[in-house]
């Protein structure tokens, strides 16, 4: 599973054979989520609410990109939240 993005502790991954919906998959300690690109939230498992709205931020962001990356189905890295 490529890892697009690593910020505050956070890792970001999308595997590009995954179903639909287009998501993507966040990591914090351990604990994973799941968030739904088109639904712009978390559909499966959750993280701590600082995190998650870390996630939402760099989604807002990059949400363009992620897209790209999903129907492209290429892997580049995404630049980290700052």
């Known amino acids: 599973m490529p890892e697009i993005s690593r910020f505050e ?4 991954t999308m595997y590009f054979n995954e179903h639909n919906p287009p998501h993507f998959h966040a990591t914090y300690n351990g604990i994973e989520a799941q968030f739904d690109l088109s639904e712009a939230a978390f559909t499966k498992g959750a993280l701590p609410s600082k995190q998650a709205r870390l996630v939402l931020a760099w989604y807002e962001l990059h949400k363009e990109e992620l897209f790209q990356m999903w129907n492209n189905k290429e892997f580049r890295r995404i630049k980290p939240l700052s």
């Open 9 to 12: 502790g956070i890792i970001i």
